[in-house]
């Protein structure tokens, strides 16, 4: 019998604003950006998410310094 792979649909933390706001912001440059590191691996074993990390495919000076809801001059 295969087990199903854990999900995170639905976790709290993926709908906080902040998040949904960097990773629209990341995402709507032309790059994509992934949820990293320990925030995947503690919410698939049911701990508590403290920090998030972000992974993108964008050049550090096209994401460097930018601030969610900020147009670029």
Not at 7 to 30: C, M, P, R
Not at 52 to 72: F, K
């Amino acid at each position: 019998m295969a087990t199903r792979a854990p999900s995170l649909a639905g976790a709290s933390w993926l709908a906080e604003k902040n998040l949904g706001g960097v990773l629209t912001l990341l995402n709507g440059q032309g790059g994509s950006a992934r949820i990293v590191g320990g925030a995947v691996r503690d919410a698939l074993l049911g701990r508590p998410v403290g920090d998030i990390d972000l992974a993108t495919t964008l050049p550090p000076d096209s994401s460097e310094g930018r601030r969610v809801g900020e147009e670029r001059r």
